[in-house]
């Protein structure tokens, strides 16, 4: 059958590309060309070339912004997977309250972050909140104002709140679609408790829990709202996660260049990193086909 | 390996089963014998599934015990019975390489390295899986892993009985000609006690000795391969077994001659009077068309089936199939049908009647 030849389809296309223009690309080259470009105001600009990126490449504030998200990203992974994995596995499998902790679960999925941010903001205050007040009482010294270490379990505790019904609920939906014959097969073969998640449930639940992974790392790595409204940053600089410092860089102390410089850099990290969880984890999937 | 004996068993998936129909399974007896290839047939939702769990131990039954030799099993926990189960679909552990599979159930009972090693390389040998002992298994086709699922089963020496979940339902059809004769060979070579569910009866057929047919959560007939087809004892295994099933025509019963609607044929025996809802049942393979003798028919339409053809016909207004020979003419003149009178069978409310000989 002869196609039609008719041009004017490409005019369905307009509407996506006109939104996506204006919601990525434009906004996306405004930063690039500020990332290369010195100005004073007044819309006079520059140019200065990859300067900022030499600044930021070398800046020790950048470096230490940089290990601090490493390592809040790391501790909320190595805490939010494994007890995920552990209340998906206790949680029932049908009948009422199965549906009762899935709600339950997805109830601080759906909570605004910074409304997540307030609630710990003002439950682990000394003077009035809950957690500070009743720790105080207790003779606990707890206060994430003054004290880094307590700052940073506050907000490591916030997220682990917020977002570890996201790993439970995806692993959890690996976990129902495990035919009953391998658990049958499994008694029938004398398997332990052990052996029955190490060769049945952990390689059924691989591909969420990949995405489970991937989705908390970039998640995490750019996480701002919530320990913004904590602990806006500190005491000092010990809660400045990379999107903190990229916003005091650019909105406190308006400089536009090295800011704009930052947030591509930041932005190539996080697409490399993720692009690489990726890779590695579909190669060896294929390697074990083999 | 041990006999098999069911004791007044009877399951309901009600907690107070108050009628019969809340049982899944009904009351039944049985031993089967140490050492049998036993095939469980019947429709979906009979009860044959619910059987083999009870079995297994993956279910308690609501009454009644189970023996295995001489042992008490009702309360055992599947572990402790040595039983093996073959599912429906392939059950492997994909992680695993296909000797650490087949070893899976040695290591979890502790056995000594050596001793698994060298009984993982038998098994092997005997499924014919010593090549790629060393691939994970999750690469292997449907087939292969059904079979690490059988050689798991078998790997324990003191396996009581291997059971099986329609085993073939996900295998290629050509497949499952060569699969079931190495169940086949197996069984013979390590007189395993088999029992093998399937609603397919070419299955059942050619893989037991024995075949038990269940309809609505009760066992309506053991026997042989050749009982279910000589003798039916419930008309559903008439109808269930064979292809077209058996016909079955509403008669009166005389004696020794049964009445269809005021046409009269002779049986091969005698019967004693007959109350409720009877019914003659003939195998197509034993209706004969001929020009004059025996019923009245009218053929509807002749089906060609390769080795046979299958005609669909109507006498004493009532449906009737017959298998007719390759190379049989089927003309005009052939106007009427005949019964081998000993091949006829009596049903009266669908149980069959046995009567003395004439």
Redesign the interface.
């Known amino acids: 059958m002869e196609k039609t030849v008719n041009q004017k389809a490409w005019f369905l296309v307009l509407p996506v590309l006109v939104i996506v223009a204006f919601s990525a690309i434009i906004p996306l080259m405004t930063v690039v060309n500020y990332s290369v470009n010195d100005t004073f105001g007044n819309n006079e600009f520059f140019w200065a070339g990859l300067e900022w990126f030499e600044e930021m490449v070398t800046s020790s504030r950048l470096h230490d912004a940089l290990g601090r998200q490493i390592l809040f990203s790391g501790i909320i992974l190595a805490i939010e997977v494994p007890l995920g994995i552990f209340i998906a596995l206790n949680m029932p499998k049908s009948g009422f309250w199965a549906s009762a902790c899935l709600v339950a679960m997805a109830l601080p999925l759906l909570i605004p972050f910074n409304v997540v941010g307030t609630i710990w903001q003002i439950f682990g205050r000394v003077d009035i909140g809950l957690l500070g007040h009743a720790l105080a009482a207790l003779g606990i010294d707890y206060n994430y104002t003054n004290d880094s270490l307590d700052a940073w379990i506050t907000v490591v505790v916030m997220d682990v709140w917020h977002w570890t019904s996201l790993v439970a609920l995806l692993a959890y939906a690996g976990l129902q679609s495990i035919?009953q014959?391998?658990y049958?097969?499994a008694?029938?073969?004398?398997?332990?408790r052990w052996?029955v998640f190490r060769?049945?449930e952990l390689?059924k639940m691989k591909g969420v829990l990949l995405i489970a992974i991937l989705l908390r790392f970039m998640d995490s790595f750019m996480i701002y709202t919530e320990p913004f409204v904590v602990t806006g940053g500190g005491p000092g600089n010990s809660t400045t996660f990379l999107s903190i410092d990229l916003v005091k860089m650019a909105v406190g102390q308006f400089d536009l260049g090295p800011a704009a410089a930052f947030s591509i850099m930041y932005f190539l990290v996080i697409l490399l990193v993720s692009w690489v969880f990726y890779t590695v984890m579909t190669n060896l999937d294929r390697e074990?086909?083999? | 390996m041990a006999r098999i004996t069911l004791k007044n068993l009877a399951h309901s998936y009600y907690p107070n089963p108050t009628s019969e129909q809340d049982f899944a399974l009904k009351e039944m007896d049985h031993v089967w014998d140490d050492g049998g290839a036993y095939a469980l047939l019947g429709s979906s939702g009979c009860g044959k599934t619910t059987l083999l769990n009870i079995i297994s131990g993956l279910l308690r039954p609501s009454q009644g015990r189970v023996l295995f030799g001489d042992r008490d099993v009702t309360d055992a926990a599947t572990a402790e019975r040595n039983i093996a189960q073959v599912f429906q679909f392939p059950v492997v552990y994909d992680t695993m390489t296909v000797r650490d599979n087949l070893a899976f159930p040695l290591r979890n009972r502790g056995m000594d390295t050596a001793y698994i090693e060298e009984r993982v390389q038998q098994i092997a040998h005997m499924i014919g899986m010593e090549e790629v002992l060393n691939r994970k298994a999750r690469g292997l086709t449907a087939d292969a892993k059904q079979k690490i699922s059988l050689g798991r089963g078998m790997v324990r020496e003191d396996v009581n009985a291997i059971l099986f979940d329609e085993p073939l339902t996900v295998i290629d059809p050509h497949m499952k000609w060569e699969l079931r004769t190495q169940l086949k060979s197996l069984h013979r070579q390590f007189g395993h006690t088999m029992i093998y569910v399937t609603h397919d009866q070419t299955e059942a057929l050619t893989f037991a000795d024995k075949v038990v047919v269940m309809y609505d959560g009760r066992v309506v007939q053991l026997g042989t391969p050749e009982e279910l087809f000589e003798t039916p004892a419930h008309t559903f295994v008439g109808y269930f077994i064979g292809s077209p099933g058996m016909n079955l025509l509403e008669a009166r019963i005389e004696g020794n001659r049964a009445h269809l609607n005021g046409a009269t044929i002779e049986l091969g025996a005698t019967y004693a009077p007959l109350t409720g809802h009877t019914q003659i049942g003939i195998r197509p393979e034993y209706a004969v068309l001929t020009n004059g003798q025996g019923l009245p028919v009218k053929i509807h339409r002749v089906e060609d089936v390769g080795r046979h053809r299958l005609v669909r016909a109507e006498a004493a207004q009532q449906p009737l199939n017959i298998v007719v020979p390759e190379g049989m003419p089927v003309g005009a003149d052939m106007t009427h049908v005949s019964f081998a009178a000993d091949k006829i069978n009596v049903y009266a409310d669908d149980w069959r009647v046995q009567g003395e000989a004439a």
């Not at chain 1, 008694?187 to 332990?192: E, H, L, N, P, Y």
Request: charged share 20%.
């Open positions: 035919p014959a391998y049958q097969a008694k029938i073969d004398q398997a332990s052996a060769f049945i390689p074990e086909q083999k």
